[in-house]
């Protein structure tokens, strides 16, 4: 299990140096391309690092403007932006990582030094170096020495004496010298702050009346809240989310910040009621609040009727609380409202009619209040887990501008209507509900349509063969209803469709004729249904873009075709609890998905539709979402299978997850199998296995769970 200090964690996370643009005269002697002393400054400044995932590979060559993450200046010919933010979507914190997701961090991570190259660029106005592991390095002094910022001998910030943006995320400042945290007080320039993670607990020691007078925009969101922030009362943009804020909410504090146009407390523990916030704000003269975010504490009581106040609102966002009554009226006086999210609270009755004169809206979120729309002009509707069934909301079919439409387990029991009138939509979501009746043909009409999910219901009937006007769908969900028949030609023939998702169904038929169009589907997930015949042949000449192959509880027989192993794609294959024999084919050690690092793309993006996988592993079933991009299992158990466990699996480097059991294999374990250093999960029980347990399997460090019982 690797862990991570966080101490050592995004030492160097973000510097943005707003410096004055140089300027060029007429006679300036302008050459295009790279200049010879740029491009050295960068090759130095890259031989300093190390790159795993080879993001810096495109730093080749003479123009370096060309360089991934180099920008230079439309009018000059000198670096002006560095931007080398690691790409990897990091959900949490670094050492909160374990296993194959920590491993996959690591690999996109930039490491090493920071060297005095840069310099050299002297006219450097960002850079980004975030969320990469520079682990224990400091902020360099040289770092200062940017053409208008001079930096002092004493404190590694207080020479930058320009700075006006300065971002320090994640960083651990109660591990910081108390001298270099005081020397934040010197930077009078500063415009914005951003500290988030970084530990305050210190500050208010150094800080007890801080005068940032230039400064604009504070973020300190995930730590503890110094007090002195009340004092700065230019503030425009104040995010304290996730900051372990406790109590109520009323501080006649907050009027001290009457230039406040964004305010975001999401995320914390404030009690009571928010009607004195809101007062104490609408003191201010200009009452510049635009945005409002409020979602996930423990508020209750009502939504105050002087929210009015605020005509410059455009964001109000109340979400997991306990506010009780009505949606006031005075919300008609919000002119330019975009986005209200109302969900997961107490609130009761229909939506006010005042809503609807809400002509800016675009999003609305009304997520656990069983409410019944009325009058809306909606792009977006968003309703999880509340009563709006039994019928199928028919107002949608007046929402001519409507992009996404997701009703998820809102209690509708009835049919699905025409979708004729639904052409813009680009989203659509209706899983778990009762949904009856079969999948209308209309939905052919939705030429827009990106992502179907109709899982969970209670569908029937075969799937329609009208799949061909829907050109730009790439996510289908079908999964866990009563369809029956195959599956449908021309659903397979759309080219931008990733993933196909049918388990727990009754369709049937051979598999031969079903797949064969399949040819850019990545993941292929048909568990649980009644498909039979062999495996075809050609699955290895077809299926070349499939990274998951889950054909798991069915009626296939026949033996394992070789041509699977010619799946270059390949990291999840399940073939389990099926009627298949014959031999386990000696190249599965071949497959090129299982034996280098090569994360996999999957349907993740949790705003829409998070795709996720049922895997037998550790002798239980464990769903995996978040990390599914690394993670590589083959499942081959509950079969008829004969022969031995081919040497060559040993090959297979980067699987995690290897399960043979109950199948009739022979022979002795592959002596090597300790090879599979990455193995977490090996179950090869109840087989006719024999021989002594291979000396190489104490040193699989990762293996977690063995299970061999039930052998000779």
Not at 362 to 370: A, H, I
Not at 481 to 486: H, T
Request: aromatic fraction near 8%; include cysteine.
């Amino acid at each position: 299990m690797h862990k991570h200090n966080p101490s050592h964690f995004l030492l160097l996370i973000l510097l943005h140096f707003y410096l004055l643009p140089l300027l060029v005269s007429a006679a300036t002697n302008f050459t295009a391309g790279c200049i010879e002393i740029k491009r050295k400054a960068l090759v130095q400044f890259k031989q300093g690092l190390q790159d795993p995932s080879g993001r810096l590979s495109s730093w080749v060559g003479e123009d370096c403007f060309q360089w991934n993450g180099v920008r230079c200046s439309a009018q000059t010919d000198v670096v002006i932006q560095l931007d080398l933010r690691n790409p990897y979507n990091l959900t949490y914190p670094v050492y909160l990582m374990f296993g194959s997701e920590a491993e996959a961090y690591n690999h996109s991570c930039l490491r090493g030094q920071i060297t005095p190259s840069l310099l050299d660029l002297k006219h450097l106005m960002y850079l980004d170096l975030s969320i990469n592991n520079f682990q224990g390095v400091q902020i360099p002094d040289f770092i200062g020495s940017f053409e208008d910022i001079w930096v002092s001998d004493a404190n590694w910030i207080s020479g930058l004496s320009s700075l006006k943006y300065l971002n320090l995320a994640s960083v651990n400042l109660s591990l910081v010298s108390a001298s270099r945290v005081q020397a934040l007080t010197s930077l009078l320039s500063l415009v914005e702050l951003h500290l988030p993670g970084s530990d305050l607990r210190r500050f208010p020691q150094f800080l007890p009346a801080v005068n940032f007078t230039s400064l604009l925009v504070l973020h300190v969101y995930n730590n503890h809240i110094p007090h002195w922030l009340f004092n700065i009362s230019g503030l425009v943009d104040l995010n304290l989310v996730n900051s372990e804020i406790r109590g109520p909410l009323s501080t006649n504090a907050w009027r001290n910040l009457c230039n406040l146009q964004g305010l975001d407390l999401s995320y914390n523990e404030f009690s009571g009621e928010m009607v004195e916030l809101i007062d104490s704000l609408s003191e201010c003269s200009n009452r510049s609040l635009k945005i409002l975010h409020l979602g996930c504490n423990n508020l209750s009581g009502q939504i105050p009727e002087s929210l009015g106040h605020f005509r410059s609102l455009k964001s109000l966002r109340l979400f997991g609380n306990s506010f009780l009554g009505s949606v006031p009226t005075s919300i008609e006086r919000l002119p330019f409202l975009e986005d209200l999210d109302l969900s997961a609270n107490k609130l009761s009755g229909t939506i006010p009619e005042s809503i609807g004169k809400l002509e800016a809206l675009t999003y609305l979120d009304l997520f656990g209040n069983p409410w019944v729309a009325t009058y809306l002009s909606l792009q977006v509707i968003l309703v999880n887990d509340c009563q709006m069934g039994p019928k199928f909301p028919t107002w949608l079919e007046t929402q001519k501008e409507l992009v996404r439409v997701t009703l998820i387990g809102v209690s509708i029991s009835d049919s699905i209507p025409s979708c004729q009138k639904m052409s813009m939509v680009l989203i659509l979501e209706l899983s778990g509900n009762s949904l009856t009746g079969e999948i209308p043909s209309s939905l052919n009409e939705m030429k827009k349509l990106t992502t179907l999910d109709l899982s969970n219901n209670q569908l029937s009937g075969e799937i329609h063969n009208h799949w061909k006007g829907l050109k730009q769908l790439d996510t289908t969900d079908l999964s866990n209803n009563k369809l029956c028949g195959g599956i449908p030609s021309s659903m397979c023939s759309l080219l931008l469709l990733q993933l196909v998702k049918l388990t727990s169904n009754n369709l049937s038929g051979d598999l031969s004729q079903s797949l064969q169009n399949c040819t850019h589907v990545a993941t292929l997930d048909l568990k649980e249904n009644r498909f039979t015949g062999n495996i075809p042949d050609w699955i290895g000449e077809r299926l070349l873009s499939v990274t998951i192959l889950n054909l798991r509880v069915n009626l296939l027989n026949g033996s394992i075709p070789e041509s699977i192993c010619h799946l270059p794609e390949l990291h999840i294959l399940d073939l389990a609890l099926n009627n298949l024999s014959g031999p386990i084919p000696p190249c599965l050690g071949n497959l090129s998905g299982l034996n280098s690092f090569k994360p996999y793309h999957v349907v993740t993006n949790r705003v829409v539709y998070s795709q996720e996988i049922e895997l037998y592993v550790k002798g239980r079933e464990v769903e995996y979402t978040k990390i599914l991009p690394v993670v590589n299992a083959i499942d081959l158990s509950g079969n008829h299978l004969k022969g031995q466990i081919p040497a060559g699996i040993s090959n297979l480097s980067y699987i995690g997850f290897l399960n043979l059991s109950w199948n009739q294999l022979t022979g002795e374990i592959p002596l090597d199998i300790g090879d599979l250093n990455r193995l977490e999960s090996l179950d090869l029980c109840c087989n006719q296995l024999s021989g002594p347990i291979p000396s190489s399997m104490p040193s699989m460090t990762s293996l977690n769970y063995s299970n061999s019982s039930y052998n000779n």
